[in-house]
């Protein structure tokens, strides 16, 4: 789809719109199925920092042409973390530059001699430019962090059959002005102070810039022809079920399919033989969010079957994509999932923990859930970027409504305003919507995190990238989060959601606690009386150390964290039962930040500590959402005592 332009479909009596064909090719998740092997990369890599002056040494002696051991020293490094925490070298901590990694891999025998095999190479995430070699053939590059990227490497491996497979990947987290998010690098000179080559990477954003290869390395293999990409929008009347499907094949010549729709039971409800259509049924059970509903996140199965036959042969792929059907739609005063009001309570997080850094962690992940459940929580935002697929997979399958956002954040200088800066983020969009389109969990776009939209380069900016948000995905509501005076803020006019960010009685007349009835109520009101539209308060907390205790309350203590979480309360429940959409604590955990005099060990906003124990103000959060999820919500039964997943 181009990016002027945009694709609605008729279903039916209703009209229902649809993103049919993204930019690009497909981005479905690695699968296995009678069609499509998985081969997971995790476990150690070698590893080499590139700490030449020009940090280009890498590149100047190609050291993608061999193994890393030959052509210098390198390290042990576990595949998917980040490296900054991982060794005792204080320089490979806040490391600028490229580093590389490689890893000989046995590819199997069957997928390199079957020529009707195609072989993957797919990475999850690596912060920020990556340049890939498979045998030292440069295979792919890409620009940013946060969302996967993969290269067909079947050709490559078909040249040194038998033979081990070199993969090298150089990965570097330098942040520009004309990257997401933006920084800049910053050179001392001086001799007497610095020492020589001296520079910082200077950045915008309150959390550590931890860097390395993030997500799972993965060879996949597909039949030369091949599905390439689902979409699927979903609709109900009364209790009928509707999936408008449409599927993209690549390499196709005579192909045919079998689409399959399955309860969680295993039982059919609808079927097609056409590669796009309308999936029509009855009895329909609706995906609905956590305490929602006594029967939350119900999921289908799309079960794709696709016949090809060329020239050289005939080729079958199947690919299975659960679905959960469930409509979202904005009024000038709620937010509606499957027509009822939902109000967002829940949190703000970070993928971030001790010594993996940004490492995906299925304990880590497991135990979040754990305790977001317990919690009573039934949303997040994925501040400041994208997340793993991995978590919007368990978030379609508890029910855990994600607002969805980019690596939009610290756009603060108007350098990065540009037309270079533009384009990168639209491809940064399309990227995004092309891998999470399909989860029900994900109710909402955002685009940005507290952009410094007050300026005048920012309205043409963020009209451009909201319209073009729509055009991709015109199912979601699209916003950003904004911290700037309502009356200048350029981009809220094009919202559909309001979500702002406020730290009265912070790092706003610090300690006051008084101020934040009257400052919030005023936020709430001015925000509301110039847009007309519903409001999240996106972002709200304090700083808390563990075991910190004073009475009277004062700040850094447990019991002032508590006293700002009610004094916004009972703000929120004025608010809420007008235009007041939802709440969302900054911060769930506390989070590793860079050096300052502000920071003791990173951000201590958390309701939990970084090892993920909690903090007294965890107990007054859960007493209160599991009260708002009594009032709004039906709440199942063996959710009372929450325990676990």
């Known amino acids: 789809m181009g990016r002027s332009s945009l694709l609605w479909f008729r279903c039916l009596s209703f009209l229902v719109p649809m993103s049919f064909c993204l930019a690009g090719t497909g981005m479905l998740f690695p699968r296995e199925s009678s069609s499509r092997e998985v081969k997971d990369l995790s476990g150690l890599w070698s590893f080499r920092a590139d700490k030449s002056p020009n940090r280009n040494q890498g590149f100047e002696q190609a050291w993608y ?45 069957r997928w390199v001699t079957d020529e009707g095999t195609r072989v993957v190479l797919r990475v999850g995430s690596a912060h920020y430019y990556s340049v890939v070699w498979v045998n030292g053939v440069k295979v792919t590059e890409h620009n940013g962090g946060h969302l996967p990227f993969e290269a067909e490497i079947s050709s490559v491996v078909r040249g040194s059959p038998g033979s081990p497979c070199l993969i ?15 920084g800049t690098i910053q050179f001392f000179n001086d001799p007497t102070k610095y020492p020589k080559g001296f520079f910082v990477q200077n950045i915008n954003f309150d959390f550590f ?32 079920g509707l999936v408008q499907y449409k599927i993209s094949v690549q390499n196709a010549a005579d192909v045919t399919f079998k689409v399959t729709l399955t309860d969680k039971d295993r039982h059919c409800v609808a079927s097609s033989s056409e590669p796009y259509g309308v999936l029509k049924f009855t009895d329909v059970q609706l995906w609905w969010p956590y305490l929602m509903h006594e029967n939350p996140a119900y999921l289908y199965t799309l079960e794709v079957h696709m016949m090809a036959v060329d ?152 009209k451009t990238l909201i319209t073009y948000t729509k055009e991709l995905d015109p199912t979601r509501p699209v916003t950003y989060i904004t911290d700037s005076n309502y009356a200048r803020d350029r981009g809220a006019p094009y919202v559909d959601v309001i979500c702002v960010n406020s730290y009265f009685s912070w790092y706003h007349d610090p300690g006051h606690l008084e101020v934040i009835p009257i400052q919030l109520n005023t936020q709430f009101e001015n925000w509301y009386g110039k847009y007309q539209k519903p409001i ?74 970084r090892q993920r124990q909690p903090k007294a103000a965890a107990f007054v959060l859960k007493e209160r959402y599991w009260r708002l999820a009594n009032e709004t919500g039906k709440i199942p039964p063996w959710t009372r005592y929450p325990c676990g997943l």
Not at 225 to 240: G, H, K, P, Q
């Open 536 to 609: 999240i308060q996106s972002e709200y907390g304090a700083d808390t150390v563990p075991g910190f205790h004073n009475d009277p309350p004062v700040m850094f203590t447990e019991e002032y964290q508590n006293a700002v979480l009610q004094s916004y309360h009972s703000v929120f429940d004025q608010k809420r039962k007008k235009y007041v959409i939802g709440e969302l604590i900054w911060n769930f955990a506390d989070f590793m930040t860079v050096q300052g005099v502000t920071r003791v060990l990173g951000n201590k906003k958390g309701v939990f500590t």
């Open 65 to 109: 042409k061999s193994r890393l051991a030959e052509t210098g020293p390198v390290i042990d490094m576990p595949v998917p973390a980040s490296y900054n925490d991982i060794t005792q070298d204080p320089t490979l901590r806040d490391f600028i530059g490229w580093v590389w990694y490689d890893r000989e891999v046995v590819v199997p025998t």
């Open 209 to 240: 810039n931890y860097a390395g290869i993030h997500r799972p390395v993965l060879l996949y293999t597909t039949p030369k022809t091949y599905i390439n990409d689902i979409t699927v929008v979903t609709d109900f009347l009364d209790s009928t």
């Open 311 to 462: 020239q050289s042969g005939a080729y079958t792929d199947v690919y299975t994509l659960p679905v959960g059907i469930r409509t979202v739609r904005v009024t000038t005063t709620q937010f509606l999932i499957n027509n009822k009001p939902f109000y967002f309570h829940g949190v703000n997080k970070h993928e971030d923990s001790d010594i993996r850094g940004k490492g995906f962690d299925w304990p880590l992940i497991v135990k979040d859930f754990n305790l977001m459940k317990w919690l009573g929580a039934n949303s997040f935002r994925t501040s400041h970027y994208p997340y793993a697929e991995e978590i919007l997979q368990m978030c379609d399958r508890h029910g855990i409504v994600v607002i969805d956002e980019c690596p939009g954040v610290g756009i603060k200088d108007i350098r990065s305003f540009g037309n270079v800066s533009l384009s990168h983020h639209l491809d940064v969009m399309d990227e995004l919507v092309r891998r999470d389109k399909n989860h029900p969990s994900v109710v909402m776009w955002s685009v940005a995190n507290e952009p410094a939209s007050e300026m005048t380069p920012a309205e043409f900016y963020f």
């Open 168 to 182: 090298t990947i150089a990965v570097n987290n330098t942040l520009t002005l004309e990257t997401l998010p933006p």
